[in-house]
């Protein structure tokens, strides 16, 4: 049998407006992984939370760059409230003070730093060398107060330890002149660069016993800062090289055995991207939560998530900016959480292609708190379409990504509502019930991709009980 749609209901979403969804509850709790449904965190209340939404670099450190880009860190708020997203990943800039991307671009200075500037003398850039002893509290008074302004509006915030791009990329000479473990730029004789490379890269190692133990400090210093707040996840680091893992296994490690004796514990995610370490290795890191790199369809066609680890899959760590709407619906009914869709300096840039896949983070998640997430699966084997969250025989979320026509098994369930969304927009409309207990065909109610959500409904005599 084939169901159609029908009368258009407004249950949700209205076309072309933001709707805002974020801030109305903030977190019960720190976020742990589910007991029962490990594809995701739950918070202290138990409700599941499923997490999705964006990054903007300078929403920590200033880049020191001129121009009309900069935004307040109460704008992106904003701006992400209005899209309905729950999640903020707290970019820590670099781990420079002084940088730049271009050969013959200007030299940028990034601040504030970890480490106070006491002296005596003057680093590489003119200003005072670091006491890599002392840490600088504008910079730990500011990461305070934006993730606990972040927390008021309901978003959870996930603080970014290091940066390993700068490390990497950012031009010569300052990609080491800039950093503050370069011995000519800390009173400390510290000296990341034994072998005098001009390359920072040992620095994701733990090859310099005495940086990793200045390192650690620093890590308890922000867990010291943030311990009491419920919004917090822990990121170890941002695109950092493939000799990494070893290093990354280390500071979660440490986390985790410094957050044990503290009231409070949050999650750790490991992160990589196309250079960085194998999905293999994260998956059996330590860490509770993961970033894949692109391998194994994480773009185009996602895998399922199997519960090993709560996946955060990063669009920044994927593509960079690419991507669209039909991505973050893809990953969603694979069971994973889309985040990051990646703003590059700006989140007021406009095109259709960046506003569908940002309000389409925000429609999901409204759909997820909507269901009951803690009980659904992917089963890609009951949709035609490969893609269905499914807890037979109660709920059903088909995705059609090319729309036309679907069959889904509801060989178990009995009489079900069923709901057409529409992906782009998201608006629903009611369809005609349908009778489970056999393969049922349905039809997309227009061009385009769409959603289907199906609902077992009460039988006459479950209600006479009701």
């Not at 749609?5 to 974020?22: H, Q």
């Not at 209340?45 to 001129?66: I, Q």
């Not at 991307?101 to 940028?108: I, L, T, V």
């Amino acid at each position: 049998m084939a169901a159609r749609s029908g009368k258009p209901i407004t249950t949700w979403a209205i076309a072309g407006v933001l709707v805002s969804l974020a801030g109305v509850c903030p977190a019960g709790g720190p976020l742990r992984v589910h007991p029962t449904n490990p594809r995701y965190f739950t918070d202290g209340s138990g409700k599941m939370v499923y997490l999705t939404g964006f990054e903007y670099w300078d929403v920590l450190r200033d880049d020191g760059s001129p121009g009309p880009d900069a935004m307040g860190f109460t704008q992106f708020l904003d701006i992400s409230q209005r899209y309905g997203t729950n999640f903020v990943r707290l970019w820590r800039w670099n781990e420079l003070a002084r940088f730049r991307y271009s050969r013959d671009g200007e030299a940028f200075q990034s601040s504030p730093s970890v480490w106070a500037r006491t002296g005596p003398g003057n680093a590489l850039d003119g200003k005072p060398k670091f006491d890599l002893t002392k840490f600088d509290p504008v910079y730990f008074d500011r990461l305070r107060r934006r993730v606990s302004a972040a927390g008021r509006r309901g978003f959870y915030v996930s603080v970014m330890l290091f940066e390993g791009h700068s490390l990497q990329y950012s031009d010569q000479p300052w990609r080491w002149d800039g950093h503050p473990f370069n011995r000519h730029n800390n009173i400390n004789s510290l000296d990341g660069d034994p072998d005098g490379r001009g390359l920072p890269i040992d620095l994701h190692t733990l090859r310099v016993p005495a940086v990793t133990a200045v390192q650690e400090a620093y890590v308890r210093k922000v867990i010291d800062t943030l311990n009491d707040l419920d919004n917090v996840l822990y990121e170890i680091a941002n695109e950092s090289h493939p000799d990494s893992a070893d290093w990354q296994y280390h500071i979660i490690r440490c986390i985790k055995g410094y957050q044990a004796a503290k009231p409070k514990q949050h999650p750790v995610w490991m992160s990589s991207h196309g250079g960085g370490p194998a999905n293999t290795v994260l998956f059996e890191s330590p860490a509770d939560c993961i970033a894949p790199a692109p391998e194994g369809g994480y773009r185009d066609n996602p895998p399922a998530g199997d519960g090993r680890k709560v996946v955060l899959s990063d669009t920044d760590h994927l593509w960079g900016a690419p991507g669209d709407h039909v991505w973050v619906w893809k990953t969603f009914l694979r069971g994973l959480n889309p985040i990051n869709y990646m703003e590059l300096r700006d989140l007021r840039a406009d095109t259709p292609r960046l506003d569908r896949a940002r309000r389409a983070m925000g429609h999901t998640r409204r759909l997820a708190e909507r269901m009951n997430l803690a009980a659904m699966t992917p089963r890609g084997d009951l949709a035609s379409s490969g893609y269905c969250l499914a807890d037979p025989p109660n709920e059903y979320l088909v995705y059609l990504p090319e729309g036309g026509d679907v069959t889904v098994d509801l060989s178990p369930a009995g009489r079900m509502s069923t709901e057409w969304i529409n992906p782009r927009t998201g608006d629903a409309s009611a369809g005609e019930p349908t009778s489970g207990r056999s393969r049922v065909s349905f039809t997309a109610p227009g061009p385009g991709d769409w959603a289907l959500y199906l609902q077992r409904m009460p039988s006459a005599k479950e209600g006479a009980v009701q």
